[in-house]
């Protein structure tokens, strides 16, 4: 055995070790009697229940639920939610595969989560923004190294309105009034909250989308919405209430719903659309 330390400066690890040591050995468990363990358990079913009831409105697709549907060779896309204005999609590209030119029946925004994607002489990568407005036409779309990226506005999951913009998309008309926002345009953010960041992509008379940008331990207070807000995770983890949302998982809280306290320990990324500010 050691000789005891004669000063705090003689301390070191290896006492601590050993300190460490007695300071478990004489700690004993407290197993809670019968009163205190059916109050816990009450208080924690009740968190529970009120936690479902918050969040009973609100519609999250993880990583691994949906369904994989084949969409051409080399093409998939998960459906996420479909609304009056187009599908929320993933679409997985393989190396090499490319989608025939279309005409648009919405408005479409799409970010890439992974990859790359090619549109002409457009090349987009990971968390690029694009958007294309009602009756737009752009060329074929394809992937060299693979791709995974998040359409909102698609007629993927609508086989009458795909075979109308394919359809479209042989006809040379409309102009390119598309909009693209990539990634390193770093002079677009504005911090909101200490710690939240936001970047504006594009908005009409009701509608805006945005990227927004927490950082590790950042806070956005709860709130309702107006109109039906759509979510997706880019990067890293966060709390919406007690839901936590993961990289490449999807959430919709539909009009009149609410949001508890939106908050990241580790730092978040997520893209947003809802109700334009007024």
């Not at 890439?112 to 958007?131: A, C, F, I, N, Q």
Request: charged share 25%.
């Amino acid at each position: 055995m050691r000789n005891k330390p004669e000063s705090l400066d003689d301390f070191d690890e290896s006492d601590q070790v050993e300190l460490n040591h007695l300071l478990l050995a004489g700690l004993v468990p407290i197993a809670p009697n019968s009163k205190q363990q059916e109050i816990l358990r009450t208080g924690i079913m009740e968190r529970i229940t009120h936690s479902i009831a918050e969040h009973a409105d609100l519609l999250t697709v993880r990583l691994k639920n949906g369904v994989w549907q084949t969409l051409k060779s080399g093409i998939r896309f998960k459906l996420l939610w479909t609304g009056t204005e187009g599908s929320s999609v993933l679409i997985e590209f393989a190396p090499g595969a490319s989608l025939p030119g279309h005409r648009h029946s919405w408005v479409e925004e799409g970010i890439v989560l992974r990859g790359d994607l090619e549109m002409g002489e457009l090349k987009l990568g990971p968390l690029d923004y694009h958007m294309s407005p009602i009756g737009s036409r752009h060329a074929s779309i394809r992937s060299r190294q693979g791709a995974l990226a998040y359409l909102r506005g698609t007629s993927l999951g609508h086989k009458t309105s795909v075979l109308r913009e394919l359809l479209g998309g042989l006809l040379p008309l409309g102009g390119d009034s598309s909009l693209t926002v990539f990634a390193n345009e770093n002079e677009k953010w504005v911090e909101i909250i200490d710690g939240v960041f936001k970047r504006e992509l594009w908005s009409d008379s009701v509608w805006v989308s945005r990227i927004y940008r927490l950082e590790p331990g950042a806070l956005v207070p709860g709130h309702s919405h107006l109109l039906a807000e759509e979510c997706m995770m880019l990067q890293g983890e966060v709390f919406l209430g007690d839901i936590l949302l993961r990289a490449g998982e999807y959430q919709l809280a539909p009009a009149g719903s609410r949001h508890g306290e939106v908050y990241s320990d580790v730092g978040a990324t997520l893209f947003v659309r809802g109700a334009r500010d007024y």
